[in-house]
């Protein structure tokens, strides 16, 4: 069964679907609804966002924290699994936090918040996940945190519980999350919600609210699309592919196999055994994928191929694969097509999923060789997979997807 559209959830109600799973409206800020959902029906406090003036090509979700509530845009991240928010008392690096992303969060201020104690379950378990051998400030019995991103960004601050307000009047009383005193980080959001699979992660937290673990969206490719992300059971359509979720070392990603990469229905010139040499991360929070070298310069030869005999040139941009438009309407219909194979289906992408325009108007792909972010990982980002519904079955160890949801 394909989403209902946006109209429909707002008759329904913002909270649980028919599915009965936990479901937010998904939208860019610019739709031209926006303003009236506001008025009628208050969707800052249960929906995502992508902001392009935040941080490009990112989405972010409103949460509700503290007593009283106090709302805080923070991304949506599958790549890692603890949240957290600026916190009013940092005293270290202090980031500014823009009115679009909310107020920044002060304990102080709410009467349900607590620190979490150092010997704790939770504080354990972020302290192994993050390589922190000890890290507590004894006199307060105060788990302290750390965590750090690929890109070099962090957050260090203090772990806390607080009342975590859901739609349809739900609420988690005790929901862990950092409360950040020394981030940095680029995006003007307020933190980041993680939706790994450690215990710890909004997803496990909320997740415990569903009789099923499993999470789902739709993030649109436009400004005019709508979308969805839920929390609970799915409605399994024929139309959506599965194969296996797998384990990734020790760490808590969602990981898939991938067999084959093809352009035009024809395999990339490379040896197929390279594929097994890495698992694919599938990363919400990153905007491009990245494949293995050898992987992406096989892509790179097959694509330009076909593009020069289109009329296109090659651009200059690094890793980066780019072509100089005429300055005459893309066709993109007429561009290649690529295909990802997984263990037991194919990602057959759509054009927009596979090119986008730049900024100088030259038309890019997606992909991006692994050693521009961490060597040896492969990524798939939320630009390959806009418009798809995804589904992260845990109980099931699957990974869904499922082309034009939304």
């Keep these: 069964m394909v989403a209902p559209p946006f109209g429909q959830l707002l008759t329904c109600g913002i909270g649980l679907n028919s599915d009965g799973a936990f479901q937010f409206p998904v939208f860019h800020k610019n739709h031209p609804s926006f303003s009236s959902w506001i008025q ?13 003036s935040l941080r ?12 009283p509530a106090v709302s805080n845009l923070v991304t949506i991240d599958t790549g890692s699994s603890l949240s957290w928010v600026q916190c009013g008392h940092c005293g270290m690096r202090c980031r500014w936090q823009p009115g679009s992303a909310r107020p920044i969060f002060n304990p102080f201020n709410s009467s349900s918040y607590q620190n979490v104690r150092c010997s704790t379950e939770a504080c354990h378990a972020i302290h192994k996940s993050t390589g922190i051998t000890s890290a507590c400030v004894d006199e307060k019995d105060t788990c302290l945190y750390r965590i750090r991103y690929a890109l070099g960004e962090y957050s260090v601050g203090y772990l806390g519980k607080d009342k975590l307000s859901l739609p349809n009047s739900y609420a988690i009383d005790d929901f862990i999350f950092g409360c950040g005193g020394d981030n940095l980080y680029n995006g003007l959001n307020a933190g980041i919600i993680g939706f790994g699979d450690e215990n710890y992660s909004f997803f496990n937290q909320v997740a415990q609210q569903s009789n099923y673990r499993a999470f789902s969206y739709c993030f649109p490719s436009n400004h005019e699309s ?23 070392s020790h760490l808590p990603f969602y990981a898939i196999q991938q067999l084959d990469m093809m352009v035009n229905g024809i395999s990339l010139e490379i040896d197929p055994r390279i594929y097994s040499t890495a698992v694919t991360v599938i990363d919400s929070g990153t905007t491009d994928s990245f494949i293995l070298s050898p992987i992406f310069h096989a892509l790179d030869r097959a694509v330009t191929t076909a593009m020069l005999a289109k009329g296109y040139v090659r651009g200059s941009a690094a890793n980066k694969i780019c072509f100089v438009t005429s300055g005459d309407s893309i066709n993109w219909n007429d561009l290649p097509a690529v295909e990802m194979k997984f263990a037991t289906s194919t990602l057959v992408l759509r054009m927009e999923n596979v090119f986008y325009v730049n900024t100088d108007d030259s038309i890019c792909l997606t992909f991006q060789p692994d050693d521009a972010v961490v060597k040896g990982v492969q990524i798939l980002g939320n630009r390959a997979l806009r418009s798809f519904r995804v589904v992260y079955d845990i109980q099931d160890r699957i990974f869904g997807f499922q082309a034009g949801a939304c």
């Design 56 to 67: 490009e090509n990112v989405f972010f979700m409103a949460i509700n924290l503290g007593t």
């Design 40 to 52: 009628t029906s208050n969707l800052p406090e249960a929906t995502v966002t992508r902001d392009d």
């Design 226 to 248: 709508e979308g969805f992300l839920s929390i609970g059971p799915y409605a399994r359509d024929e139309r959506l592919m599965f194969t296996g979720l797998i384990s990734y």
